[in-house]
């Protein structure tokens, strides 16, 4: 029977740090986290059964390191927590939070205003069908360059 305690120590060589886990790196970032995790393995093994580690194992490491001044879309600072959630950006992602839902709006083209205001570079959630002519405009915008 499994008692929903795991025994485990809490890694005391970088603090935590948690973002959206939807984000975007530069190839020497990669690297260092490469070599981060090379240097220390029990760091993946804390790791082994955490819910949601996709929204602190990367940024922890990043956060430590010399890469943290780069961080564009920083969760610490009050700032962008107010400014980006009234602009629905999260990272380099634009994504719009239904009130109430656990899940983020299927875009459609009543969001084309919203999206091309936007600095992301991204865009969540879309559907085939719902998102249809949103997609169509987005396509014509990026063909014609404007």
């Known amino acids: 029977m499994i008692s929903g305690i795991l025994p485990r120590s809490l890694n005391r060589k970088i ?25 220390n393995p029990d760091y993946i093994d804390f790791y082994k059964y955490t819910n949601s580690s996709d929204e602190i194992f990367f940024h922890s490491i990043i956060k430590s390191s010399p890469f943290s001044e780069n961080i564009t879309h920083d969760f610490e600072q009050p700032l962008y927590l107010s400014d980006s959630a009234s602009a629905n950006e999260y990272g380099c992602h634009y994504i719009s939070w239904s009130k ?30 719902v998102s249809k002519d949103l997609i169509s405009i987005l396509e014509q915008k990026i063909l014609i360059g404007g």
């Open 15 to 39: 603090r935590f740090y948690h973002g959206s886990q939807w984000w975007a790196l530069t190839e020497r970032s990669i690297k260092y986290i490469f070599n981060f995790l090379q240097q």
């Open 100 to 129: 109430g839902d656990r899940s983020p709006k299927i875009l459609d083209v009543n969001d084309i205003g919203s999206l091309m205001n936007s600095e992301a570079l991204f865009a969540r959630k879309f559907d085939e069908q």
